[in-house]
């Protein structure tokens, strides 16, 4: 029951900022953040029950996945907002934290029998932090979209929709950079305690597992992308176009990976 509170104030949410991006009313943005924030709040609070209620980290299937994918981005956008007040962005991700969150709800959440691996502190810091980093990739991935949107407009002569909507191209390049470096150290911090939780648990740091090796081409990406914005300069429409290839392969590295190739990460993203 909870997750459909949770889902309400997230559509909401959503409709209050495609409001605000029609209508140019702060009232809407407002509405919109508030909601998000509400459903944040109450979504901490299901997880925080669903905690104490199983003794471990909710991560026993996909249904509890997703939904700390939703909570994580949820929280992680209202963190860039308040740094950066980019009150557009959430016309990207309050419906991001929707489509998560209704997809989680169509997979069953009966209790599974309690799994040992999962009890674990090392798992719960590895888990959180990856998807925090993963969740500030895919905030870069929407702040590129805008500045691609947004440079499109300004080169256009009649300027167009999303013209006076959008902020400048210099605030979108500024956050989207934050994102991905945040982004990078939380996937560092997280990937490490990954190695620490595989050496207690399986007793190797690393077993070539698909989700290890895909997890390093992600980490090797987004460490060239910052090698080169500091090194060569690359800014602008070059770092969002690469912001979006990089969220697309987080996207393959979390579903496609889990479905489609073996390894031991399926045991949290089993049905």
Known sequence: MEIFIVIIFYLLSTIGYFAYLFLQKDVFQQTGF????????????????RFIQSGHFPVNNLHEVLSIVGWTIAGVFLVFQYRFQLKVLGVYAAPLVSIVM?????FPNAPHQMNNILNNL????HVVAVFIGEASFALACGVGLLYLL??????????????????????????GYACILTGFAMLTFGLIAGFVYAKAVWGRFWSWDPKEIWSGI???????LLHQRLTVGWRGRRAAIMAIIGFAIILFTFLGVNFLLQGHHGEFTKL
């Open 34 to 49: 508030y909601l998000l924030v509400a459903g944040f709040c109450c979504h901490t609070a299901a997880i925080g029950f």
């Open 102 to 106: 209704v997809i989680a709800a169509k």
């Open 122 to 125: 090392w798992l719960v810091v």
């Open 150 to 175: 947004q440079e499109h407009a300004i080169k256009s002569k009649k300027h167009g929709f999303f013209f006076r909507r959008l902020p400048s191209l210099e605030l979108l390049d500024t956050t």
């Open 218 to 224: 992600t980490w090797l990406l987004y460490a060239a």
